[in-house]
């Protein structure tokens, strides 16, 4: 006897894998597998998360009004375009979930977030990818990859892989579109850019009726634990989200520590400061040793290695060192290693590591 069959699409898309939380064997685990935020979070979060402990049993408000009052003001946004998700995953499956389905395309460059292939083979699209250069979204190639099909492309910026596209690349791209296709900006790590060329989209988001921008709390705020993102985007978009997410799919702990965490720039200053400082250091020293480095203007920096086999015997190794990164064999980088910037001894417990496995 057969069960009930799931939506075509839906086996083809692996479950999502997170980077590893504990190296079997060591004294120690860190860390640095998921681009986590080196310095924790805001004091003023942690306060304001443990102040609702006492309204476990309370819903929370489904419209995450104070939040969004929150992040229209800080960001000078239209309080009604904003929508807060579970995680700013949540949201780019909901907007899938909106605008694509059988028979339909989704588009994004190839070391896109492997979030977007999950949420379109789920949604029952093809998910399609553009080929980059040097690591980085190439605009003409997607604008080339659009199809009659085509009703989402998605952009990372910066990517998945460290590298950005200029404003000027993103009008370039979105000129290129049709009105009927939704372009979706994925700025996770944009707090931490301080490249002159970089500017976030919102404001080419205001002026279009076919652009979502979306952020999240999980990077440069450090709240991953509680799942919190959020969007700008058209009204009308807007309204579908809200009418297709769940009534209350923000928690009472995660509305009030983000409200707080907007309220505590102070923080976030030094963790954009801590980790300009120490990604540099780490990306000298890694290529004076030999390695080669993608340049990367987020939280992290990926190391390139002869082989697949070479990686995974440096994963090895620095997990017996107690130092957990990222396998990049999703994101078609088998021979490359994910490694976060953390605190400054981390970085050079990562260095010396490096520094012995490159001497075996």
Not at 208 to 224: C, H, P, Q, W
Request: with cysteine; charged share 25%; net charge negative.
């Amino acid at each position: 006897m057969s069960g009930p069959e799931p939506r075509p699409g839906i086996l083809q898309a692996p479950a999502y894998v997170g980077g590893a939380s504990k190296a079997e064997g060591a004294n120690r685990s860190i860390k640095l597998s998921s681009n986590e935020c080196a310095l924790g979070c805001s004091d003023k979060a942690i306060a304001a998360y443990q102040s609702v402990a006492t309204d476990l049993h309370r819903y929370p408000d489904g419209g995450a009004t104070e939040l969004r009052e929150a992040l229209a003001a800080r960001h000078n946004l239209e309080m009604d375009r904003i929508v807060c998700g579970d995680g700013s995953d949540e949201v780019l499956y909901m907007l899938t979930r909106a605008y694509a389905g059988q028979d339909e395309e989704v588009l994004f460059h190839q070391h896109g977030f492997v979030v977007y292939r999950l949420a379109s083979l789920g949604a029952g699209a093809t998910p399609t990818t553009a080929p980059e250069v040097d690591c980085r979204a190439d605009v003409d190639a997607m604008l080339a990859a659009v199809t009659d099909k085509t009703r989402i492309v998605f952009l990372t910026n910066p990517g998945a892989v460290g590298t950005y596209v200029t404003e000027e690349e993103v009008r370039r791209l979105h000129a290129g579109l049709r009105d009927d296709i939704l372009l979706v900006i994925d700025e996770a790590y944009a707090e931490y850019v301080t490249a002159d060329d970089f500017t976030s989209s919102i404001d080419l988001a205001r002026e279009n009726e076919n652009i979502v921008i979306t952020r999240t709390f999980s990077k440069a705020y450090g709240l991953a634990a509680v799942r919190l993102g959020w969007c700008y985007a058209p009204a009308q978009v807007a309204d579908v989200l809200n009418r297709l997410r769940g009534p209350f799919n923000v928690t009472a702990p995660a509305q009030a520590a983000g409200i707080a965490a907007l309220d505590d720039q102070d923080f976030v200053d030094r963790v954009v400061a801590h980790n300009e400082e120490w990604r540099q250091w780490l990306e000298t020293s890694i290529k004076d040793q030999g390695y080669g480095v993608v340049p990367s203007v987020t939280n992290f920096m990926m190391v390139k290695f002869r082989d697949e086999a070479d990686a995974d015997a440096a994963i090895a190794h620095l997990e017996k060192h107690g130092l957990l990164v990222r396998d990049m064999r999703a994101y078609g980088l088998g021979d490359h290693l994910r490694i976060t910037v953390g605190t400054g001894d981390e970085c050079r417990a990562v260095d010396e590591a490096l520094g012995t496995f490159r001497a075996k």
